[in-house]
């Protein structure tokens, strides 16, 4: 049995002892061994803020699946226990940065109360955290790849045939390395429908911190969907969201930082999330935000960089009195050239080539126009300012852009059902040039800057929906709210007015826009073959038809049984 002590237990307990002892000077060393011993500190349930650290991390990519992980653990280990996280309260690491398919590890059922550092049952990373875990007295969130034991073909829920379920799991330890809470990823990205299940419906994971505050979690893809990201929110008013990710970003509205802000301000919650950083394939951006605030730290890199971000984190009932911390911005001063991310790889939306598109005239300095896909339309009111000619430096072209519909996908995984409005760059005149960057070798100037950008459009009100911001500079990171926009939503009896005004002056712009997300409820098959091989894994909601035969069976059971036996008295 494991218990529990609060800081005022402890003291009570301190103080007993002493009495029973009779000596001021034993209640004296016990206060002092007491004192060294909370030499950290720990945010209190009454605090207005706690502490709070995310990981950008560059998984290990060569070696031995077993090197791997052994490469990972000890470089996570040494972040934990590194003198920059010694006042967090939480710390979190993104997803598939640990441990792989061959190194995959059973992870206890929170509801059992197990500290791993105390079980030897478990594989040695998953204890080695736990301890870390412990010895830090933080609150540690790490993805992992989990392994669940299964018998196929009993009447339980869907067993792989192999009898091992495999899972892309979030593991919660608390301040004494127990796990408290456990999250298997709901939507899968592209070909991990091949080697990962998912339950047959999302499960919310949530979790209570001594410090006051109650997190849900999810992963990676899972942010674009309703379930669980949304329900955590909007059923279960949950104020604060953990985010490990493995992101992979895409041109003009869907990058890691500018989507993690996006999503924390059109719900206003706080959100820590964690990116995997390997910029060549796509992969970086982590942040933390506090909603309609912004964020508090973020960051995206042009190489691979693991990166420690520490933040207090406003809890969302002090948020309205909170002062974000105090930054000086920048007088604006038009220049020609300015900094650019061009080695981050980025990926394309298609999604815009069935928008609604004008093509504004390269040299324009006044836009008042309606757009309209179908019965949507959107309002654009621009200017713009001339920095100046140059006949070696090649500027973005810039099209507004409507639209609201089901033609679309994100990120050609699944289907999705969209409505926006956006004046987004292209590296030239013709369609298929926007949602690229013009490479390092070009010379782009700024020939011209934006004095106004107001954007406006009539978005339907519904319960499934999530309606934000996005919005994106030459960086890869999106625009300050409150400081270089403003958002405003007024809402009548069907329709959202929503307008997103530009406050500063902007010169390199990559995306503006109102971009809504109505959560489509197609039920997508994943190219997964309607009659799979028993030798294929099986994605657990997937309508494969496995075919029977008394020899496979046998197979199975024979398989399953020697598994068992094995489980049972080894």
């Known amino acids: 049995m494991h218990y529990k002590f609060s800081l005022k237990d402890e003291i009570a307990l301190i103080v007993i002892m002493a009495l029973k002892a009779e000596g001021v000077k034993i209640l004296l060393g016990f206060v002092l061994i007491l004192c060294i011993g909370r030499s950290q500190e720990v945010s209190l349930p009454s605090d207005p803020t706690y502490n709070a650290g995310v990981v950008e991390f560059v998984p290990a990519r060569v070696g031995l699946p077993k090197d791997l992980v052994i490469d990972n653990l000890k470089r996570i280990k040494a972040i934990i226990e590194s003198e920059a996280t010694k006042d967090l309260d939480i710390l979190v690491f993104p997803e598939y940065v640990l441990n792989n398919m061959d190194m995959k590890t059973y992870i206890p059922d929170p509801n059992e109360g197990i500290v791993p550092c105390e079980v030897t049952n478990y594989d040695w990373f998953l204890t080695e955290l736990s301890c870390a875990a412990r010895s830090r007295q933080v609150y540690?969130?790490?993805n992992m790849l989990e392994k669940e034991f299964c018998l196929p073909f009993a009447n339980q829920r869907k067993c792989h045939p192999s009898g091992f379920n495999t899972f892309n799991t979030n593991v919660v330890l608390d301040r004494q390395g127990r796990v408290i809470s456990r999250y298997r990823k709901s939507h899968l990205f592209r070909y991990e429908w091949y080697s990962t299940d998912i339950l047959e419906k999302p499960k919310l994971a949530t979790f209570t911190t001594d410090f006051g505050v109650t997190f849900g979690h999810f992963i990676?893809?899972?942010?674009?969907?309703?379930?669980?990201?949304?329900?955590?929110?909007?059923?279960?008013?949950?104020?604060?969201?953990?985010?490990?990710?493995?992101?992979?970003?895409?041109?003009?509205?869907?990058?890691?930082?500018?989507?993690?802000?996006g999503w924390a301000f059109a719900n206003d919650v706080n959100l820590l999330a964690a990116d995997a950083s390997y910029p060549s394939q796509q992969n970086t951006g982590s942040g933390i935000y506090a909603g309609r605030l912004g964020r508090l730290s973020a960051a995206i890199f042009q190489e691979p960089t693991t990166k420690l971000?520490?933040?207090?984190?406003?809890?969302?009932?002090?948020?309205?009195?909170?002062?974000?911390?105090?930054?000086?911005?920048?007088?604006?001063?038009?220049?020609?050239?300015?900094?650019?991310?061009?080695?981050?790889?980025?990926?394309?939306?298609?999604?815009?080539?069935v928008f609604t598109t004008k093509l504004l005239e390269d040299n324009f300095t006044t836009v008042n126009e309606i757009l309209c896909h179908r019965s949507f339309c959107c309002n654009f009111q621009i200017e713009r300012q001339k920095i100046g000619d140059s006949p070696s430096h090649q500027?973005?072209?810039?099209?507004?852009?409507?639209?609201?519909?089901?033609?679309?996908?994100?990120?050609?995984?699944?289907?999705?059902?969209?409505?926006?409005?956006?004046?987004?760059?292209c590296t030239g005149s013709d369609l298929y040039t926007c949602g690229y960057i013009f490479p390092e070798s070009v010379a782009v100037g700024n020939k011209y800057y934006f004095s106004k950008l107001q954007i406006s459009g009539d978005f339907i009100k519904a319960k499934r929906s999530l309606i934000m911001p996005s919005t994106l500079n030459a960086n890869i990171m999106p625009l300050k709210p409150n400081v270089d926009f403003t958002w405003q939503d007024v809402e009548s009896s069907k329709t959202k007015r929503i307008t997103l005004n530009l406050s500063r002056p902007?010169?390199?712009?990559?995306?503006?826009?109102?971009?809504?997300?109505?959560?489509?409820?197609?039920?997508?098959?994943h190219n997964l073959d309607p009659v799979v091989n028993l030798k294929q894994p099986i994605a657990l909601t997937s309508s494969a038809v496995i075919p029977f035969s008394f020899k496979s069976f046998q197979t199975i059971f024979s398989i399953n049984l020697s598994v068992l036996l094995k489980f049972q008295f080894n």
């Open 140 to 142: 540690l969130v790490v």
């Open 220 to 261: 990676c893809f899972d942010m674009l969907y309703y379930e669980p990201a949304e329900q955590l929110v909007k059923e279960k008013n949950v104020t604060d969201i953990i985010y490990p990710t493995h992101w992979f970003s895409e041109l003009p509205f869907l990058t890691a930082v500018q989507n993690q802000e």
């Open 309 to 353: 971000l520490v933040a207090k984190v406003p809890k969302s009932e002090h948020r309205s009195t909170y002062q974000m911390p105090t930054t000086i911005e920048p007088v604006f001063m038009p220049q020609l050239v300015t900094p650019r991310f061009t080695k981050l790889d980025l990926q394309r939306d298609y999604n815009v080539d």
């Open 395 to 425: 500027a973005y072209r810039f099209r507004l852009a409507a639209y609201s519909g089901t033609e679309t996908t994100f990120q050609r995984v699944s289907s999705s059902n969209q409505s926006l409005c956006a004046v987004i760059a």
């Open 506 to 525: 902007q010169m390199d712009l990559l995306t503006f826009a109102i971009w809504s997300n109505y959560y489509s409820t197609v039920d997508n098959t």
